[in-house]
């Protein structure tokens, strides 16, 4: 039995996802006690039969904990803790119990943490590697970095040494090594552990689907922070269009500040062209929207930019290089004002007082991120003159001239 519940670990089916997902879901457990009832009844191989329930019961957590559904797995777990016969399943029940009262950082870390000392005493060794792991979670949610880095290595030790091999459990502990070390600022060693963790991942994404999209966002977000923001965007793309999306908004908040990023990036960026001798090799290993690509200094996750089905030109290269124009800056100076000028005629119309209304109501429902992101388009806008710039820095500085001030 203790295999059988180490098995259950890993989900071999993701159909039944969406179903976990649906406020109907409930309404399934009252044939599952009457199922348990009549087992009851039969009075014979009670074990096994628990053991079957058991399982399904732990099948339901999972799902309905990939989808965040937490009134479900309290339902759940609080059915494997009163389940008879087996004290491994009500262990394991102690430790969902213990998933519900963490809430994701919100919740009470005193009692969850009791509560998983608990499931270390006699859980099967796959749940107590679990809690080893939540335990480390907890210490993380309470900004205590150290003890967090001192549970997660506990657990590679423990899983090394009872010849645990779970793939959850890895992933996470790997990638939560790379969450710490990003929130201590060193995002370069953050990218390069979730780029190596790419296969492990990829191949998660059937069984356990919800594992695969949070570890593309984290993804994500070091691809942003590194200024690789291309590849950032495609990777929350991938993230933000799987079935999980709702329940995860720290996915949409990624996609938000890679597109605050871009915004503030457009307004100076400076293309510079370089001869290329030869065309990079890549490796023909394209999987589910994902590339990984050789490059310098390592293994990393290329992003594909280009649309499925399109093809793919060769790289031409460079007969020679061409030496550097040189600038004179009397020209430029006459060029830059010019061009002013040519702004100051794209400037955009008065807008009508309807208009303006409308607009300005549009702006009280703007939260503090959308305006943010919105000033950072008008920024950007090339018909926005100097004129409409420095006043918003007169504005922005609190530099605008008192009306009540005397001359």
Request: hydrophobic fraction near 40%; aromatic fraction near 6%; charged fraction near 25%.
């Given at each position: 039995?203790?295999?059988?519940?180490?098995?259950?670990?890993?989900?071999?089916?993701?159909?039944?996802?969406?179903?976990?997902?649906?406020?109907?879901?409930?309404?399934?457990?009252?044939?599952?006690?009457?199922?348990?009832?009549?087992?009851?009844?039969?009075?014979?191989?009670?074990?096994?039969?628990?053991?079957?329930?058991?399982?399904?019961?732990?099948?339901?957590?999972?799902?309905?904990?990939?989808?965040?559904?937490?009134?479900?797995?309290?339902?759940?777990?609080?059915?494997?803790?009163?389940?008879?016969?087996?004290?491994?399943?009500?262990?394991?029940?102690?430790?969902?119990?213990?998933?519900?009262?963490?809430?994701?950082?919100?919740?009470?870390?005193?009692?969850?943490?009791?509560?998983?000392?608990?499931?270390?005493?006699s859980?099967?060794?796959?749940?107590?590697?679990?809690?080893?792991?939540?335990?480390?979670?907890?210490?993380?949610?309470?900004?205590?970095?150290?003890?967090?880095?001192?549970?997660?290595?506990?657990?590679?030790?423990?899983?090394?040494?009872?010849?645990?091999?779970?793939?959850y459990?890895?992933?996470?502990?790997?990638?939560?090594?790379?969450v710490?070390?990003?929130?201590?600022?060193?995002?370069r060693?953050?990218?390069?552990?979730?780029?190596?963790?790419?296969?492990?991942?990829?191949?998660?994404?059937?069984?356990?689907?919800h594992?695969?999209?949070?570890?593309?966002?984290?993804?994500?977000?070091?691809?942003?922070?590194?200024?690789?923001?291309?590849?950032?965007?495609?990777?929350?793309?991938?993230?933000?269009?799987?079935?999980?999306?709702?329940?995860y908004?720290?996915?949409?908040?990624?996609?938000?500040?890679?597109?605050?990023?871009?915004?503030?990036?457009s307004?100076?960026?400076?293309?510079?062209?370089?001869?290329?001798?030869?065309?990079?090799?890549?490796?023909?290993?394209?999987?589910?929207?994902?590339?990984?690509?050789?490059?310098?200094?390592?293994?990393?996750?290329?992003?594909p930019?280009?649309?499925?089905?399109?093809?793919?030109?060769?790289?031409?290269?460079?007969?020679?290089?061409?030496?550097?124009?040189?600038?004179?800056?009397?020209?430029?100076?006459?060029r830059t004002?010019n061009?002013?000028?040519?702004r100051?005629?794209?400037?955009?119309?008065?807008?009508?007082?309807?208009?303006?209304?409308?607009?300005?109501?549009e702006m009280?429902?703007?939260?503090?991120?959308?305006?943010?992101?919105?000033?950072?388009?008008?920024?950007?806008?090339?018909?926005?003159?100097?004129?409409?710039?420095?006043?918003?820095?007169?504005?922005?500085?609190?530099?605008?001239?008192?009306?009540?001030?005397?001359?």
């Open positions: 039995m203790q295999t059988a519940a180490s098995n259950s670990l890993i989900l071999t089916d993701s159909s039944s996802f969406s179903r976990i997902a649906s406020p109907r879901t409930a309404t399934g457990y009252g044939g599952f006690y009457q199922q348990l009832a009549a087992g009851l009844v039969k009075g014979g191989h009670k074990h096994k039969f628990f053991c079957g329930i058991g399982e399904r019961l732990v099948a339901l957590a999972e799902r309905a904990y990939a989808f965040r559904r937490m009134d479900a797995v309290l339902q759940v777990s609080q059915a494997l803790a009163r389940l008879p016969l087996s004290q491994q399943y009500e262990d394991v029940g102690r430790y969902y119990q213990a998933l519900c009262i963490q809430r994701f950082g919100h919740g009470d870390f005193s009692l969850a943490e009791g509560l998983l000392e608990r499931v270390l005493e859980a099967p060794p796959a749940y107590r590697l679990r809690a080893i792991i939540s335990l480390a979670a907890n210490s993380r949610y309470q900004s205590d970095h150290q003890a967090a880095l001192s549970r997660y290595r506990e657990a590679a030790r423990f899983a090394s040494r009872d010849k645990i091999f779970d793939a459990a890895t992933l996470g502990t790997q990638k939560m090594f790379a710490i070390n990003s929130e201590e600022g060193d995002h060693s953050a990218l390069n552990l979730l780029e190596s963790l790419f296969p492990l991942a990829q191949s998660m994404r059937l069984t356990q689907p594992i695969y999209y949070d570890y593309m966002n984290s993804l994500a977000v070091e691809l942003c922070e590194a200024g690789r923001l291309q590849e950032a965007k495609n990777a929350s793309q991938i993230v933000l269009a799987s079935p999980f999306a709702g329940a908004p720290e996915w949409r908040e990624t996609r938000e500040e890679i597109e605050l990023r871009g915004s503030r990036a307004r100076s960026v400076i293309a510079l062209s370089k001869a290329i001798t030869e065309a990079p090799s890549r490796r023909a290993t394209v999987d589910a929207g994902v590339s990984l690509a050789p490059r310098e200094g390592g293994t990393l996750v290329r992003l930019l280009a649309s499925r089905g399109e093809t793919r030109a060769p790289v031409e290269t460079c007969q020679a290089i061409q030496p550097a124009r040189v600038l004179s800056m009397h020209e430029w100076k006459k004002a061009q002013n000028g040519d100051d005629k794209l400037r955009r119309p008065t807008p009508s007082s309807e208009e303006r209304a409308a607009r300005l109501c009280e429902n703007l939260g503090t991120r959308g305006m943010l992101l919105r000033a950072m388009e008008m920024l950007g806008d090339e018909s926005v003159t100097d004129d409409q710039l420095r006043r918003a820095l007169i504005i922005l500085e609190g530099l605008e001239a008192d009306e009540n001030a005397g001359p």
